[in-house]
């Protein structure tokens, strides 16, 4: 699986919008990207993927570049709900292996 | 959508006791299942691949004589934590994936909080 980067927190205001970026340079082309979240002493809980359009559902939306190197998760009105760490992971969609998580980004939404 | 169950919720056991703690897939089979580790402040951290009617796989440094894993069947794994330590108290988190999907379907637990005193 690709190495991603994030960045280890982020703030944003109630109401706005909430970008989060991760780097994935190193992205095969058979690889996805996708994104977890994990709510204070809860399981993580999926929240997009997309392979190289954009991809929006009714919880985010999910930007990747052109060349895939890197992505931005949009939450587009943050509440204080969404505060939690965000995980963006790429690996390929078939298989059997685990999901394998790095530190991800700690949002918080303020009030 | 797929739902896995995790139970208990929280559990305290004393020094020298076991633990078991139940994994399941609600509305799906799951020939596989992961169990994972997360002490405060740190990411998740697999610990084992339980597969259905064989012997799990453990990652580098978790002792399987410790972590007893069971898959005994599509919908059921549990993870035992034998003679337990206050070492091992940390939250753990099962996951399956639902292979009737085939881009999705990871779908985690709600985790276990485990205390030793």
């Known amino acids: 699986d690709a190495k991603t980067t994030q960045p280890p927190s982020m703030d944003c205001a109630e109401g706005r919008a909430a970008n989060l970026p991760c780097n994935h340079s190193?992205?095969?082309?058979?690889?996805?990207v996708y994104w977890y979240r994990q709510i204070h002493s809860q399981g993580p809980q999926y929240i997009i993927h997309?392979?190289?359009n954009n991809e929006t559902n009714e919880m985010a939306s999910l930007i990747i570049t052109e060349d895939r190197k890197s992505s931005t998760l949009i939450l587009p009105h943050a509440t204080l709900r969404d505060t939690a760490v965000y995980y963006c992971?790429?690996?390929?969609?078939?298989?059997?292996?685990?999901?394998?998580f790095g530190s991800g980004t700690r949002l918080q939404v303020q009030p | 959508g797929a739902v896995v169950s995790q139970h208990p919720s929280r559990v305290i056991c004393k020094s020298g006791t076991s633990v078991k703690i139940e994994c399941r897939s609600l509305?799906?089979?799951?020939?596989?299942m992961f169990w994972y580790r997360q002490f405060p402040k740190q990411s998740l951290m697999l610990m084992a691949t339980s597969n259905e009617g064989s012997k799990a796989t453990y990652e580098q440094g978790v002792e399987k004589d410790k972590f007893l894993i069971n898959h005994a069947s599509l919908t059921l794994s549990t993870l035992t934590v034998t003679s337990a330590h206050p070492e091992d108290s940390s939250f753990y988190i099962c996951?399956?994936?639902?292979?009737?999907?085939?881009?999705?379907?990871?779908?985690f637990g709600s985790g276990t909080r485990l205390t030793v005193v």
């Open positions: 992971i790429v690996r390929v969609a078939a298989g059997r292996r685990a999901l394998t």
């Open positions: 997309g392979l190289k």
């Open positions: 190193t992205i095969s082309g058979n690889e996805y």
């Open positions: 509305d799906f089979q799951a020939t596989t």
């Open positions: 996951s399956a994936r639902d292979t009737r999907t085939e881009v999705e379907g990871y779908t």
